[in-house]
């Protein structure tokens, strides 16, 4: 089960980057850099974090993301805040 969550999960990261940043689906990898190799910057970020709000129902900490750097980061953290 929580391989397919994992799975789920990024699905709808990626779905997302796509559809809110206009990015190539195919740089959207589990180790693509947000900031580096996406070219996400803060205020994206923020728009992201908002948005994983709605798909998780919980209460982000933007502390649960400060140490985001990787589309995997994201999907660990993601994974963690849905298991509270």
């Not at 994992?6 to 779905?15: C, G, L």
């Not at 997302?16 to 900031?35: Q, S």
């Not at 910057?41 to 974090?49: E, Q």
């Amino acid at each position: 089960m929580a391989a397919a969550k994992r799975a789920e999960i990024f699905t709808h990261v990626h779905k997302t980057l796509v559809e809110m940043f206009d990015l190539d689906a195919g740089d959207i990898k589990p180790e693509a850099r947000l900031y580096e190799d996406l070219d996400i910057d803060s205020i994206d970020a923020v728009d992201l974090v908002v948005e994983l709000k709605q798909f998780t129902g919980r209460r982000i900490n933007p502390d649960d993301f400060k140490s985001v750097r990787t589309i995997d980061d994201v999907v660990n953290a993601v994974e963690r805040l849905m298991q509270r």
